[in-house]
């Protein structure tokens, strides 16, 4: 909108000038009435005058749109780096990208010790990876305020031939604490004006926004990660025992048995111990799972029927790892009752991108005030965690619509449906 009011103003005054200059050269070859030669005159006069007038008017607001879009330009150019955090390889690649969007001679990001990345004049003896030698720069990292260096003393470079003169020193900072600092340096003080400090700080502000976010991303991971450790030092003590002292009974009863347990015992634990951060096929979980089952069928024999049905075709689906054997372990520990048999079915199926497991068993359930409950961390006994940690891990790594859902009746039994949105990445790679 402002734009046609531009045009529409600058149009006015072109046809006008026009006019008034026709009439002013008019006068000087024809009798024209002085007073509208001298009116003309006038106004050409005034219409010169007035235009210089808009002009310095509205340069700041053109300054000002130029300057948001060279800072936008290198902050997306940028994201792609910062997303990795703040180091040498990262902050060399910002450098030459503020340096080739601005008019500044050299650009610098430091930490808060060492100059991280340099590009531009001075790049021969300005180099990456040392002390940071500008106590200006060390000022306003202290203080996390930006400051002006307006000579080549303040700049403190101890090369006698280095050309650069002037600077604009930026903290750049992460929720609210100075972590570096973003430096453009020129030739001349002669730049040094409102509107490079303007440009220097929005740049500075957006890349700080983008370290924060970097460095938000980077907590998630680990608070998942923790998450998945924590999940892992708390199987069910229970288990553990009861499975320890089946294995003692079958010493006596049944000692070949028993020294088969022992040893798939001790694998189930090694692999529950291993870094398993990323992701295995379901066929790997499938396989753990039904280990588990087996030390749980040792100890309530008969009681304890499993059967399980995946088609082939989804058995190699690479899966965040632990995301079967929690909840079939939930079944069995919350699912058996004091007598009688308990059967756990895990069933697959696949319609399109959409693949589903569902776990379905015949035990006591889960009662209609619990149930919209059971996947608050921490709630009931057992893992606690288990379940919200299963259905974060499946909607971060799959996204919308993946994860879990579970359905109850009381004394007719639990489904807990695994839903996974397969990747068009991952279908297509």
Same mark, same amino acid.
């Given at each position: 909108m402002s734009t046609v009011?531009?045009?529409? /103003?600058?149009?006015?005054?072109? /046809?006008?000038?026009?006019?008034?200059?026709?009439?002013?050269?008019?006068?000087?070859?024809?009798?024209?009435?002085? !007073?509208?030669?001298?009116?003309?005159t006038a106004g050409l006069v005034a219409v010169a005058v007035g235009m210089v007038g808009a002009r310095l008017h509205t340069r700041p607001d053109h300054l000002k749109a130029l300057q948001s879009q060279t800072i936008l330009e290198i902050a997306d150019r940028s994201l792609?780096?910062? $997303?990795?955090? #703040?180091?040498?390889?990262?902050?060399?690649?910002?450098? $030459?990208?503020? #340096?080739?969007?601005?008019?500044?001679?050299?650009?610098a990001i430091t930490d808060t010790e060492r100059v991280l990345g340099f590009a531009g004049i001075g790049e021969d003896h300005h180099?990456?990876?040392?002390?940071?030698?500008?106590?200006?720069? $060390?000022?306003?990292? %202290?203080?996390? +305020?930006?400051? /002006?260096?307006?000579?080549?003393?303040?700049?403190?470079? !101890?090369r006698k031939g280095c050309l650069l003169r002037a600077a604009i020193v930026v903290p750049l900072d992460i929720r609210g604490e100075a972590v570096g600092s973003l430096k453009f340096y020129y030739t001349t003080p002669r730049l040094l004006n409102e509107t490079q400090a303007?440009?220097?700080?929005?740049?500075?502000?957006?890349?700080?926004?983008?370290?924060?976010l970097s460095e938000l991303e980077r907590q998630t991971e680990l608070a998942c990660r923790m998450e998945l450790k924590a999940l892992q030092a708390q199987i069910n003590p229970h288990f553990l025992f009861n499975t320890i002292n089946t294995i003692a009974m079958l010493i006596r009863t049944d000692p070949g048995t028993a020294r088969e347990l022992l040893r798939e015992f001790a694998a189930f634990y090694r692999r529950m111990l291993e870094d398993n951060e990323g992701l295995v096929p379901l066929r790997q979980e499938l396989e753990y799972t039904l280990t588990?089952?087996?030390? %749980?069928?040792?100890?309530?024999?008969?009681?304890?029927?499993? $059967?399980h049905d995946l088609p082939e075709e989804m058995l190699e689906l690479p899966v965040p790892a632990f995301i079967l054997q929690p909840l079939v +372990?939930?079944?069995?520990?919350?699912?058996?009752?004091?007598?009688g048999p308990l059967t756990v079915d895990i069933v697959g199926q696949r319609d399109g991108r959409v693949l589903t497991v569902r776990i379905i068993d015949d035990g006591v359930g889960i009662s209609p005030e619990d149930l919209p409950r059971v996947l608050e961390p921490g709630f009931g006994r057992g893992l606690g965690i288990a379940l919200k940690n299963v259905d974060d891990r499946l909607k971060g790594h799959f996204g919308q619509g993946s994860g879990l859902a579970i359905a109850s009746t009381p004394g007719t039994g639990t489904t807990v449906t695994v839903t996974i949105v397969e990747n068009t990445a991952d279908t297509d790679g």
């Amino acid at each position: 909108m402002s734009t046609v009011r531009s045009w529409v /103003i600058d149009g006015t005054l072109v /046809i006008t000038t026009v006019i008034m200059a026709l009439v002013a050269a008019a006068g000087l070859v024809v009798e024209v009435p002085r !007073p509208v030669f001298m009116v003309a005159t006038a106004g050409l006069v005034a219409v010169a005058v007035g235009m210089v007038g808009a002009r310095l008017h509205t340069r700041p607001d053109h300054l000002k749109a130029l300057q948001s879009q060279t800072i936008l330009e290198i902050a997306d150019r940028s994201l792609a780096y910062l $997303r990795r955090g #703040l180091d040498e390889e990262t902050a060399q690649e910002v450098c $030459r990208l503020a #340096l080739e969007e601005s008019e500044a001679a050299a650009v610098a990001i430091t930490d808060t010790e060492r100059v991280l990345g340099f590009a531009g004049i001075g790049e021969d003896h300005h180099e990456a990876g040392g002390p940071i030698i500008t106590r200006a720069t $060390r000022e306003a990292i %202290e203080t996390n +305020e930006y400051r /002006i260096l307006a000579s080549k003393e303040e700049i403190g470079c !101890p090369r006698k031939g280095c050309l650069l003169r002037a600077a604009i020193v930026v903290p750049l900072d992460i929720r609210g604490e100075a972590v570096g600092s973003l430096k453009f340096y020129y030739t001349t003080p002669r730049l040094l004006n409102e509107t490079q400090a303007t440009m220097v700080r929005g740049l500075a502000q957006l890349l700080s926004t983008q370290l924060e976010l970097s460095e938000l991303e980077r907590q998630t991971e680990l608070a998942c990660r923790m998450e998945l450790k924590a999940l892992q030092a708390q199987i069910n003590p229970h288990f553990l025992f009861n499975t320890i002292n089946t294995i003692a009974m079958l010493i006596r009863t049944d000692p070949g048995t028993a020294r088969e347990l022992l040893r798939e015992f001790a694998a189930f634990y090694r692999r529950m111990l291993e870094d398993n951060e990323g992701l295995v096929p379901l066929r790997q979980e499938l396989e753990y799972t039904l280990t588990y089952l087996r030390f %749980e069928h040792a100890r309530f024999g008969d009681r304890l029927v499993v $059967r399980h049905d995946l088609p082939e075709e989804m058995l190699e689906l690479p899966v965040p790892a632990f995301i079967l054997q929690p909840l079939v +372990e939930n079944c069995v520990q919350h699912g058996i009752g004091s007598s009688g048999p308990l059967t756990v079915d895990i069933v697959g199926q696949r319609d399109g991108r959409v693949l589903t497991v569902r776990i379905i068993d015949d035990g006591v359930g889960i009662s209609p005030e619990d149930l919209p409950r059971v996947l608050e961390p921490g709630f009931g006994r057992g893992l606690g965690i288990a379940l919200k940690n299963v259905d974060d891990r499946l909607k971060g790594h799959f996204g919308q619509g993946s994860g879990l859902a579970i359905a109850s009746t009381p004394g007719t039994g639990t489904t807990v449906t695994v839903t996974i949105v397969e990747n068009t990445a991952d279908t297509d790679g």
